[in-house]
C-alpha cells in the first residue's frame, strides 16, 4: 500500500474527513506537512474539499525562516492553494510555563483557529508522523506521564486532525524523493538541545541497537492500546460521575462521596478525579500522582483538610463530602531544606528535583531548557538551598536585568494568576532567590565561561 492510500484509509476508518468539507493545513515546509499537503492536494477533487495553507514565521533563523515562508506560498501556488503567510514572532516575556517551543506551538494553534473560524473552514490539519508519535510516547513515559500520556499525539483533538499519522517518516522521504518533490530543512530539529531531538537522534537509535531491530512499530501499538484504554477509563470515570456525585452549579464543585470513591480500581478513582478538575479548570494539570494518591489515602474521620493544587484547585474534606472545586483561600506556606542531589514532594503533590553535574553540551544553550528545567552556577550557590513558597519583601535581580525587582511585581508582569502565585515553588539559598519555578532565574545564577558545574533544577507541576 502507498502512502496515499495509507492516508485515504487512516481518513476514513479514522473519520477525520468527509466530503465536501473545508481544511486548514499547517506547513512549516519541512518533509512531514510537504507530504501531507500534496496528498491531500491529489484527493481534493474526487472528495470535493477545499484546502487552505497556513504558514507562521517565528522569525527565530532569519533568513532560513524567510526561505520557508517563501517555499510555502511557492508550493501553494503550483498547487493551486490560497494560503496565508503571517509573521509569529516569539515574545521575550512569555507565560509561566511556556519553553520556546511550547510557547511558539501554542500560537501556531492559536493562529489556525484563528484562521479556521475566521474562514470558515470545518478543520485544522498537521503533519505529525508515526515517528512523532513514537517520540512523544518516550518523552512522556520519562516523564511519569498517566496511560493518557502513553498515548502520544492523538490522531484527532476536536477539530484538529492528523491525517499521516500512521505514515512513517521514512515512507515520507521516500515519496517526496520518488516523485521528485522539494522540501525544506529546518536546521533547528538537528540540534540536541531539545528533550525531543535527543529522544529522536540519540534514545531511539541507541535503543534500536541496543534491541537490534526498529522500535518505532511497536511503540506506536502501544501508543494506540493506551489511548483505547484511556478512553475507556474517562468513558468509566465520566459515567460514576454522573451517577454518584454532585456537581453544584452555583459554587462550581463537584462534591464526590469519598467512601465510595474509594472503593473504585484505582485508575478509575484518579481518572474520576482528573476529569472533576477539568471540569472546573478547563485542563487536567493540577494534580499529579503523588497528589491523587494523597486525597484518595485520606481516611474518614480525619479532621477536616484543605489541599490546595495547582492551576486554580482546590480540594476540601468535610466529613461527608471530598469537595473539589475553585480555590477559596491562601495555601498553606512551606519551606523544605533540599540538596545538589535531591528529589522534594511539594504540599499540592509537585516536584522538585536537583542535580549537581559537570558542564556538558546540552547546557551551552540554557534557554533551551524550558520553564520547568534550569541550568545554573552551581559554583554560585552561597551556602544551603531551600524550596519555599513566596515571602512578604521577596526580592530577585531577573536575568539580564540592571537592576532588583520585586517578586510580586515580576509575578504581576508575567500575568500569573493570583491564585497561582503562592504555590509557584522557590528555589532560594541563603543570599536569595536563586529560581522562581517556571518564570525567571536570578542573573546571578547565569552561566558564564567560568561555570564549571551545572546545578540542573527541575520542577514537576503536577499533571496526570
Not at 508522523?129 to 498515548?151: F, Q
Not at 500575568?415 to 532565574?441: F, L, Q, T, Y
Request: charged content about 30%; aromatic content about 4%.
Amino acid at each position: 500500500m502507498d502512502i496515499l492510500d495509507q492516508m485515504i484509509l487512516t481518513i476514513r476508518e479514522r473519520l477525520l474527513v468527509r466530503p465536501g468539507e473545508s481544511i486548514v493545513l499547517s506547513l512549516s515546509g519541512g518533509p512531514d506537512s510537504t507530504c501531507m499537503a500534496h496528498l491531500l492536494a491529489r484527493i481534493r477533487g474526487e472528495w470535493n474539499l477545499k484546502l487552505h495553507f497556513a504558514h507562521f514565521n517565528h522569525e527565530l533563523r532569519g533568513s532560513e525562516s524567510e526561505g520557508d515562508e517563501r517555499f510555502v506560498r511557492s508550493l501553494g501556488k503550483s498547487l493551486g492553494v490560497s494560503t496565508t503567510c503571517r509573521a509569529l514572532p516569539i515574545p521575550s516575556k512569555r507565560k509561566r510555563g511556556d519553553s520556546l517551543q511550547a510557547h511558539a506551538r501554542t500560537l501556531r494553534y492559536e493562529a489556525l483557529e484563528e484562521i479556521r473560524a475566521g474562514g470558515g473552514y470545518d478543520l485544522i490539519a498537521t503533519g505529525h508522523t508515526r515517528n512523532d508519535r513514537a517520540e512523544t510516547l518516550i518523552y512522556n513515559l520519562l516523564r511519569g506521564s498517566g496511560v493518557r500520556g502513553l498515548g502520544g499525539i492523538p490522531i484527532r483533538t476536536g477539530r484538529i486532525i492528523r491525517p499521516i499519522l500512521e505514515i512513517d517518516r521514512a515512507e515520507i522521504e521516500n515519496f517526496l524523493s520518488t516523485e521528485n518533490l522539494e522540501s525544506r530543512d529546518d536546521s533547528s530539529n538537528q540540534t540536541t538541545g531539545y528533550d525531543r531531538n535527543r529522544i529522536r537522534h540519540n534514545v531511539i537509535p541507541e535503543l534500536e541497537r541496543i534491541m537490534g531491530r526498529a522500535i518505532v512499530s511497536p511503540l506506536v501499538r502501544t501508543a494506540e492500546m493506551a489511548t483505547d484504554i484511556s478512553a475507556f477509563l474517562e468513558t468509566v470515570a465520566r459515567g460514576w460521575l454522573e451517577e454518584s456525585a454532585r456537581f453544584d452549579e452555583k459554587r462550581r464543585e463537584w462534591r464526590i462521596p469519598p467512601d465510595s470513591l474509594r472503593q473504585l480500581p484505582r485508575a478509575v478513582a484518579r481518572e474520576v478525579l482528573l476529569l472533576a478538575g477539568r471540569d472546573i479548570a478547563g485542563h487536567r494539570k493540577g494534580f499529579s500522582f503523588e497528589g491523587i494518591e494523597r486525597i484518595l489515602q485520606h481516611e474518614p474521620g480525619e479532621e477536616a483538610t484543605r489541599v490546595t493544587v495547582s492551576g486554580g484547585l482546590e480540594v476540601r474534606f468535610d466529613g461527608t463530602a471530598l469537595r473539589l472545586g475553585p480555590a477559596t483561600g491562601e495555601p498553606e506556606p512551606y519551606d523544605v531544606p533540599i540538596s545538589l542531589m535531591d528529589r522534594v514532594t511539594l504540599p499540592w503533590g509537585g516536584t522538585i528535583e536537583t542535580c549537581k553535574v559537570p558542564r556538558g553540551e546540552k547546557h551551552e544553550n540554557p534557554a533551551e531548557a524550558g520553564p520547568w528545567r534550569v541550568f545554573l552556577d552551581a559554583g554560585s550557590i552561597v551556602g544551603s538551598l531551600r524550596v519555599r513558597s513566596r515571602e512578604p519583601g521577596d526580592r530577585l535581580r531577573p536575568l539580564g536585568a540592571p537592576g532588583s525587582k520585586k517578586l510580586q511585581d515580576l509575578l504581576v508582569d508575567r500575568e500569573i494568576p493570583r491564585w497561582d502565585r503562592d504555590s509557584i515553588p522557590i528555589i532560594a539559598d541563603e543570599a536569595g532567590i536563586i529560581w522562581v519555578a517556571g518564570v525567571e532565574i536570578a542573573d546571578r545564577m547565569r552561566l558564564t565561561s567560568r561555570t564549571s558545574e551545572i546545578l540542573e533544577v527541575a520542577y514537576n507541576e503536577g499533571d496526570c
